[in-house]
């Protein structure tokens, strides 16, 4: 391929998805979930609820696993969305599941992101965007931090955001260069806490 395939997708205005797994099968999903919105926004005049979004989306890839004349779609959903209930993420599995999370990662090594979640989403409900975003990143570098053949870059890294009063949006390419400058003010930060350890050390050794 000649670069890194997309990720984030816009399904409506206040709705849209990261993807793990076949594009392909993503781009079919990404279609009906527009669809969905569409018709929604057409018989009721208001965007679409995100659950209501999710449970039919979930519907349809479970329909493939039990018909001899389809396969399982082989696609990882999250779904992020903002409604008259509030802000909503989702993770959807090909099997037809679905759960809600305050914070959630998936595909490849994303255990390592789950863990940095998992350590700190309880702060997440008082903070800015931008400490958001800077969290969202920083997860992804634990993804990429044990690989020494890959690093976040503004080629192989998007942000995307929704919320009240705003709507999706994806930042991505040159875009997203000040969301990775949190990366290398974290690493001479931890760089400083462990030189004062050391000297913190090196002192008490002589004193002794």
Sequence with gaps: LASNQRKLFEIDNHVGIAIAGLTADARVLTRFMRTECHNHKFVYETPMPVSRLVLAVADKCQVSTQRASKRPFGVGLLVAGYDATGAHLYQTCPSGNFFEYKAYAIGARSQSAKTYLERHFESFEDLSLKDLCRHAVLALQET?????????????????????????????????????????????????????????????????
């Design 144 to 208: 990429v931090s044990s690989s020494k053949d890959t690093e976040l870059t503004t080629k192989n890294t998007a942000v995307a955001f929704v919320g009240k009063g705003q709507g999706w949006k994806i930042i991505e390419d040159d875009d997203v260069e000040p969301y990775l400058t949190v990366l290398d003010t974290d690493e001479d930060e931890e760089d400083e806490a462990t030189g004062a350890q050391d000297s913190s050390a090196r002192v008490e050794m002589d004193e002794s």
